[in-house]
């Protein structure tokens, strides 16, 4: 059975600064997916990693993954208090219709 | 021009009573979703079928029945519900099986 863990689980951070979530998975994966999640609300797609070494920008947010490793990154940089949700990577594994999701890093950013 | 929508939003019940839950995507993907997250944000998948045909059938008490009527629709119904089902349901959508999930805005529920 895949495991994914994220860490942190909660992250506090002050406005302009810089961080990185981790996100490490147990079973190959085909892809991996980023979503986002502000509370009370849905999921919203931010990214999809397809290969290794794959990395995407969308501005503040930057997602690498490391298939070798069973590593992915959500990189947020100078970050604003917009950014403030929880965060869930979800890879695909290998030869399977599932999606499991990760525990969640629950951002708060501060002003 | 809601792309996924789920009703109802939220659901009060009693213990012991049967509810269903409908969703509904307008996106023309042929692959959907049921999960659940729990009070802590964890999320876990139920159910999902491609254009009809049940593809996941996670290890959930055979309370829940998932239906499909058609690629556009799947159902959850929920009987004799427990306290423990009190959850936020997602239903989710993908043009196939490994692409990525759009998401309904979930359907509170909770069991007194």
């Known amino acids: 059975e895949l495991k994914v863990e994220q860490n942190p689980l909660f992250l506090s951070m002050q406005e302009g600064k810089n961080y990185t979530i981790y996100c490490n998975y147990s079973?190959?994966?085909?892809?991996l997916y980023w979503y986002r999640q502000d509370p009370g609300k849905s999921l919203e797609s931010l990214f999809v990693?397809?290969?290794?070494?794959a990395v995407k920008q969308e501005g503040r947010l930057m997602a690498s993954l490391d298939t070798k490793a069973r590593l992915s990154t959500l990189h947020i940089t100078a970050a604003v208090h917009d950014l403030s949700a929880t965060y869930f990577c979800a890879p695909h594994p290998s030869g399977t219709y599932k999606y499991i999701f990760g525990t969640g890093t629950r951002l708060k950013v501060l002003a | 021009d809601t792309a996924v929508s789920q009703t109802p939003k939220y659901l009060v019940t009693q213990m012991g009573n049967d509810k269903s839950i409908k969703c509904e995507q307008n996106l023309g993907h042929d692959t959907m979703y049921w999960y659940k997250q729990d009070s802590k944000k964890f999320l876990k998948i139920m159910f999902s079928y491609n254009n009809k045909e049940l593809i996941i059938n996670e290890t959930v008490p055979n309370r829940f029945s998932p239906k499909s009527p058609d690629k556009a629709h799947l159902n959850l119904h929920i009987n004799s519900l427990e306290l423990g089902d009190s959850a936020v349901y997602f239903c989710?959508?993908?043009?196939?099986?490994?692409?990525?999930?759009?998401f309904g805005p979930g359907t509170r529920l909770l069991v007194l």
């Open positions: 989710a959508s993908s043009l196939g099986t490994s692409e990525t999930q759009y």
């Open positions: 990693l397809l290969s290794n070494g």
């Open positions: 079973t190959t994966s085909d892809r």
